[in-house]
């Protein structure tokens, strides 16, 4: 859910009016009673809920047929992954929409409480470590029996972004022996703070602008995938988290990699949803494969609902700070997460690669507004020598005017 009943009272009391749709949120256990108890307005439809709506916040972008039911005119807060939505992108501009999309939320502290990113993916780690010890057939700790020492499982986590993290701390937790990887040098601290031992591999780090890993190039993803073989086919699970935002997730496990694991090992891939970082998984599918169970985590968050909505009902009310006023919808698009995240705006599409993808040029790039002034500077110089030269040294002090008269070309 966008918006959940706590969240809701909140906004009330900004002089925002809240509408949900019923039975939005049974599902993660949030009751109509609820919202209404928060000062809410409870609709009997989406329609109704839609109704006069300036601001519509949804977790999901909406369809093509879905964008039609919208206010002519409405600005709309989703995850939108705009390049890759680019059909929906230009219906949301044909009803003249204010676009933001939470993908797009620039790194900086300021926005970190904005940050749903980061916020869903916690909650995607979790899942995903709780997934890996559902699937293994064997214990996460190490047991000492009378029957024998049980050893613990072993666990290998490609990816120490959010999710990564919370996927250690969860498998840590469940008692398993955890090494994770990364290709940024800046995770290894992160890691082993976590108590995890983190993997180095004889190829270059890879850091890119605002904490993210740069995008490899093929040669670069051949060199890591032979170089982690290893590291796989020793593991009992291999938990990856690797995506690019708008693309097709990388490859971290071939198929070769797949077949070298024991048997009855568990991959959970949690990138599954936009490509997979394993060769054979399948979105939302459980895949069965020598003897190793592929888990294609589709919408982990979805599995905890809960909690998941709770945070990005938190991210949604402070972005919605940025955007409202005593009240009245009034966007700042000087500041930039009010700008950096916004991808239409009063149905013209500002963000530039999603322009391209739809064949527009961005409002940025269509006039070039610095080349005009470039000319009338040049012309001053020969102004200023004659009147600057002229007198000697004593002038400017006897007679101030000069200053003057300098300043007018």
Known sequence: MAIVPEVASRLAQTGVEVVVESGAGEAARFADEAYRAAGATVADSAAAALTGAAVVARVQPPTVEEVAGLPEGVSLISFLQPVAAAEVVSALAGRAATVYSLDLLPRISRAQSMDALSSQATVSGYRAGLSAAEHLAKFFPMFMTAAG?????????????????????????????VRAYDVRAAAKEEVQSLG???????????????????EQSAEYLSKQQELLAAEVAASDVVITTAQIPGRKAPILVTT?????????????????????????????????FHGVTVVGLSNPPASMPTHASFLYARNIANFLGLLVTDGELAPDFTDEIVAGTCVVRAGTVVHGPTAEALGLVPPAVAEPETEPPADPPAEPPPADPPVVEPPPADPPVAEPPPADTESAP
């Open 196 to 214: 995890a031992k983190f993997v180095e591999l004889d190829l270059e780090t890879q850091d890119g602008a605002g904490g993210y890993a740069k």
């Open 256 to 288: 070769a990699m797949v077949e070298g694991m024991g048997e009855g090992s568990v991959i959970v891939d949690m990138a599954a949803d936009s490509g997979g970082n394993c060769e054979v998984s399948v979105a939302g599918e459980d895949v069965q």
């Open 149 to 177: 020492t049980v050893p613990p499982a072993k666990v290998l986590v490609m990816g120490a972004g959010v999710a990564g993290l919370q996927a250690i701390a969860t498998a840590r937790r469940l008692g398993a022996v």
